[in-house]
């Protein structure tokens, strides 16, 4: 594995850039910047951008740590990172605001994110996976 470390921008709500290396959250995935939901009363919002800005939020400009796996298609690093000993990925599942993804490892942060209908969970949406195949029609 190698590590990545430093002052994160924010791409979207499960990618971010540090010193040119384009990172990518593993294990979750993160409304689409363009994506919108629908709050309880049925309001639309954009959650895409929530995501991204809860992201940005969990990190506030501090300096991350982020431990990569691998290289995905589009050639973005797969890795879990740290704010301190904060998981990025978890607390963003947590929040509502990403979903557990490809893996289990953020399944039991997702089932409390859903118990206490935190985020998104509050509304109705569409889970990122699916938005992307509808867009791609």
């Known amino acids: 594995s190698k590590e990545i470390n430093g002052k994160a921008r ?7 850039e540090i010193n040119n290396h384009m990172i990518r959250l593993i294990g979750i995935d993160a409304f689409e910047i363009k ?3 629908f ?4 309001t639309k ?3 895409g951008e929530q995501s991204a800005l809860i992201l940005a939020t969990i990190i506030s400009s501090q300096p991350i740590r982020c431990v990569a796996e691998k290289k995905d298609r589009y050639k973005r690093w797969l890795a879990t990172c ?10 963003m599942v947590l929040l509502g605001h990403a979903f557990s993804f490809m893996s289990k490892k953020y399944k039991q942060a997702e089932n409390e994110a859903k118990k206490v209908s935190a ?3 509050a509304g109705e949406f569409i889970f990122p996976w699916e938005w992307r195949k509808i867009k791609k029609k």
């Open 119 to 121: 985020g998104a969970w």
């Open 35 to 37: 994506q919108e939901c």
């Open 45 to 47: 919002y954009k959650c």
């Open 39 to 42: 709050k309880k009363d049925n």
């Open 10 to 16: 924010i791409i979207d709500g499960d990618t971010v």
């Open 82 to 91: 740290y704010v301190y000993k904060l998981d990025i990925g978890e607390n």
